[in-house]
C-alpha cells in the first residue's frame, strides 16, 4: 500500500531554514504533489505545488522564500524553506495524486 511520510520539521529561530521532505513507498509520484501548512486558527493553506512535468507554483507568502523540487529516483519531493517567519509556523504535509496525503511534520519557528 502506498503512503506518503514527511521528515524535517523542528523547531528554528526566525531567519532560519529547514528542508523538509516528503516521500512515497511502494509507489512513485505519478502527478501533481503539493505541500500544504497547516497553522493553528487557520485554514490550511497549499505553500507549493509541484506538477508531474515540473511545474512549480508558490503562495504568495512564501514566494521567494520556498522552494519545492522532485528527485524521481529517491521518490522524494522537497521543500526548502529559507528566512524563516514566525508565521510560517505550522504542520506541513504533502499531497500527492493518486497518493493521499502524509501526516505531516511539523515546523515552529521562534521570534
Known amino acids: 500500500q502506498a503512503q506518503l511520510v514527511e521528515s524535517g520539521g523542528g523547531l528554528v529561530q526566525a531567519g532560519g531554514s529547514l528542508r523538509l521532505s516528503c516521500t512515497t513507498s511502494?509507489?512513485?509520484?505519478?502527478?501533481?504533489t503539493g505541500w500544504y501548512r497547516q497553522a493553528p486558527g487557520k485554514e490550511r493553506e497549499l505553500v507549493a505545488a509541484?506538477?508531474?512535468?515540473?511545474?512549480?507554483t508558490y503562495a504568495s507568502s512564501p514566494k521567494g522564500r520556498f522552494t519545492i523540487d522532485r528527485d524521481s529516483d529517491k521518490n522524494t519531493v522537497y521543500l526548502q524553506m529559507s528566512s524563516l517567519k514566525p508565521e510560517d509556523t505550522g504542520l506541513y504535509y504533502c499531497?500527492?495524486?493518486?497518493?493521499?496525503r502524509g501526516p505531516g511534520t511539523q515546523v515552529i519557528v521562534s521570534s
Open positions: 499531497a500527492s495524486v493518486g497518493l493521499g
Open positions: 511502494g509507489s512513485i509520484f505519478v502527478g501533481a
Open positions: 509541484i506538477t508531474k512535468r515540473g511545474t512549480k
